[in-house]
């Protein structure tokens, strides 16, 4: 029997369309404005894909911010560690893998998604039966969850430990990290593991990782939002990479 997804909202139903993901069917409020709506019904009608109009009691069972409009899909492309290698030689850049340890909030796990793929991440891995899921997920991420690889594991560590015989540094982000973020070289292979925003690492995943670092905090506030902290440290190993493409171009060479 074929597996039946849903989406919800205007930007996550745009990009299932223009994804690689099987869209059964879009439905769309009668009634509301379709002006936003226009390069849906567009993607619709190319790709042949059934649109329905519907009342809004059907949209009674999604979470708010449906903003008139769903989809029937089936699921997205399911991948496994031994996926990496062929996902990083598609992209032809140096490693860069987030893993997620605890993170429960489906609305945090969908903003760290979104960021990841705009940031150029090359997949995020979380553990099975410690991860947030769901069609809040798929919504926050805006989309992102179409384009980038979502990977689930049993166990966070033999993951940590797969990535380390592949040659890839572990960074764990901690509060008490040995060192500020920007004092270690990430132009390399690099995973950067993210605790659960309460207690952040386990201990045992803490000790799997080859570093930590950490975000230095000069408030009174004790801690970052972790979407939050994703954002600074992924930007700023895109920032040294970026630095790095710099000095090796033609136009910076003596």
Known sequence: MREVNWLHGLNPVKEALRGKRKVLEVYLQRGKSEGSKREVLSLCASLGIKTSYVDRSFFSSFPKGHQGIAARTGSLRSYSLHDLEEITTERGASPLYLLLDGIVDPRNLGAIIRTAEAAGIHAVITEKRRTATG????????????????IRVPNIKHAIKFMKEEGVTVFGAEADGERDYWSFDLRGPVALVLGSEGKGLRETVRKACDYT??????????????AVA????????????????????????G
Request: positive net charge; charged residues 20%.
């Open 135 to 150: 069609e809040t997920v798929a919504k926050t991420s805006a989309g992102a969850l179409e384009y980038l690889p979502l």
């Open 213 to 226: 670092l950490r975000i230095p905090l000069l408030g009174r506030v004790g801690s970052l939002n972790v």
């Open 230 to 253: 994703a954002g600074v440290l992924v930007y700023e190993i895109l920032r040294q990479r970026r630095g790095k493409e710099a000095e090796s171009s033609p136009s910076n060479q």
